[in-house]
């Protein structure tokens, strides 16, 4: 058993692989909470597939992929902006016509036959081929955002939570969107080495939301989106290794079997509660209310 | 009956003031000439949609005048919003919330100090939810939210208080306790200027203000409130109780101003 758990991390590629997706899991954990809690999740999968087309470019001409991915994220970001415009269309109908478009040029792009890394691995990312500089940069970064969520907490949850009070408390919405929408872009453009144009957003999504179902505090729920996403990650390469399935791939699946059986826990604990609460005071469930906002 | 004089510079003061939401061409409010001074409650008596929430947007500076004057002597009114209007969802606990109220007396790079935190505990206390510090906000009662609302608007510590109907769908025990809290904060020195349907109530507060898109009346109650300015302030909906010389008015619909904004 003990070989089998230390077989894997000799090898300086896993090792590697590890430590870009501990160093991921933190910024994914953490920010991915904000984004989960502002309704973004649509937001953040839209701007990681807008980079494709500048990602297959970046590939066709030999650039860093970072670079490309940047390119991507400014042209269709201002495109949606540009869309957005249409007054009689909406924000949302502008994202999926960018994005469609976007991606389909992207995926049209690819498909080229001189185009040496593939389609597979801009989409999915290729985990193992991670080199140092890489982690180094994820971990930078990581380092930014911790340090722009610390400052920004209370004006993030006043913003959040009470949005149509917020500059009466003191804290303008729109800066703060700005910034979110800024970490989130350099989140996927960091990631996207490591987990491709498509898993970036599991990475980014699923821990956090998997933690939103298991705690009611802002706290808590980014520190278990983190353990979340690096159990996923432990429990993805060694399934990667052991099985040699793609590892991208594989830490993806145990995100949704995170969030599954997050979902599980919860409704446990909701039927346990509602019985608890139906043996005291007769009668009424009292299941969490998962989504009741007024609009 | 309380009666409180202004004793110097008001807190808020209007001369003629109009404001109109951005991207619309008729005012929600004009003619509004009113002032709060230190240690006066001021009730907002209007229909909804009377431009209400309006006064409120404008005072807090979400809303720019269109015409007229607004003189403010504070920086942050304390604002206490409907309480039907926040999000359950959130992963906040009641002292969470009240803590967001030292948001507004902190520079943006500052997060709350301890001395914040205690302040935020007190107040709960004075709204008497101690038990519920640790509570998630959207597990509280109605009454109860708004009162952890009204502990946000107390650790703002702003001399002025804007009270966006607190009374509404809340428990007689809460409506009894705010009843109580707003009445030592205006002996403390603190303005309060509170939007109500409740007539009987504003009866009761040192002055009163009708508007309904434009202003009916502003001052004593006992004078202010006639049939004719009430009828005025209410328009047709105004029903007389058998048997009672207190007046009803019908059932409001929800008026949602910010709508377009989600």
């Known amino acids: 058993m003990i070989a089998w758990l230390l077989e894997p991390l000799r090898e300086p590629v896993v090792l590697r692989s590890l430590a870009e997706l501990i160093v991921l ?60 415009r249409i007054k009689v269309l909406g924000g949302e109908v502008a994202v999926s016509v960018v994005i469609t478009s976007l991606f389909g040029a992207g995926v049209l792009l690819g498909l080229a036959p001189t185009i040496p890394a593939g389609l597979n691995g801009i989409l999915f990312g290729d985990l193992l081929a991670v080199g140092a500089g890489d982690v180094a940069l994820a971990a930078a970064y990581a380092l930014v955002v911790l340090v722009a969520l610390f400052v920004f907490h209370e004006g993030l949850l006043v913003a959040g939570f009470d949005r149509l009070n917020a500059r009466a408390l003191g804290r303008s919405p729109a800066p703060l969107d700005l910034l979110l929408a800024l970490l989130l872009a350099g989140a996927t453009l960091v990631a996207v080495q490591a987990l491709g144009n498509l898993l970036v957003v599991a990475m980014l999504i699923g821990p956090a939301a998997s933690a939103r179902l298991l705690t009611n505090r802002i ?5 278990l989106a983190v353990g979340v996403a690096w159990a996923a990650s432990l429990v993805g390469l060694y399934a990667s290794y052991h099985a040699e399935l793609a590892a991208g791939a594989a830490v993806t699946c145990a995100l949704v079997g995170a969030f599954i059986a997050a979902l599980l826990i919860r409704s446990l604990r909701d039927l346990a509660l509602s019985d608890r609460w139906r043996r005291g005071r007769g009668g009424q469930s009292r299941g969490l209310r998962l989504r009741s906002r007024r609009a | 009956m309380h009666d409180r004089a202004l004793a110097s510079e008001p807190l808020v003061r209007s001369n003629r003031l109009a404001a109109r939401y951005p991207g619309t061409s008729v005012p929600a409010i004009s003619s509004i000439t009113f002032a709060v001074g230190a240690g006066q409650r001021v009730a907002l008596l209007g229909p909804n949609g009377g431009g209400k929430s309006t006064l409120f947007r404008a005072i807090t500076g979400e809303l720019e005048p269109s015409s007229g004057e607004l003189e403010l ?16 969802d959130y992963p906040v606990s009641a002292l969470d919330v009240a803590l ?3 948001v507004s007396r902190l520079p943006w790079w500052r997060r709350p100090s301890r001395a914040d935190r205690k302040l935020a505990s007190q107040s709960l206390l004075r709204v008497g939810l101690e038990a519920e510090v640790n509570t ?10 708004q009162r952890v609302l009204v502990a946000r608007a107390l650790v703002q510590d702003s001399p002025l208080l804007l009270l966006d109907e607190p009374f509404a769908g809340i428990d007689a025990p809460s409506a009894e306790l705010l009843t109580a809290l707003f009445d030592e904060l205006a002996d403390e020195g603190r303005g309060l200027l509170m939007a109500t349907h409740d007539i009987e109530q504003a009866r009761n507060w040192d002055l009163v203000l009708c508007c309904n898109r434009v202003q009916i009346a502003f001052g004593d109650p006992a004078q202010v409130l006639t049939r004719e300015v009430i009828e005025r302030t209410y328009g047709a909906s105004l029903i007389p109780l058998p048997g009672d010389e207190s007046l009803a008015i019908t059932p409001p619909h929800h008026h949602e101003h910010f709508e377009a904004e989600r």
């Open chain 1, 219 to 223: 706290g808590p729920m980014m520190l």
């Open chain 2, 136 to 145: 998630t906000f959207g597990e509280l009662s109605g009454g109860q939210r």
């Open chain 2, 73 to 88: 002597s504070v920086t942050h009114p304390a604002l206490v919003p409907q309480s039907e209007r926040s999000r359950l």
């Open chain 2, 100 to 102: 967001m109220g030292s």
């Open chain 1, 25 to 84: 899991g933190v910024i994914a954990g953490t920010l991915g909470c904000w984004v989960v809690l502002a309704g973004r999740a649509y937001s953040a999968e839209s701007l990681a597939h807008s980079m494709l087309p500048g990602l297959v470019c970046a590939t066709l001409l030999g650039l860093p992929l970072v670079l490309g991915g940047a390119i991507g994220l400014a042209v269709g970001a201002s495109l949606i902006a540009l869309v957005g």
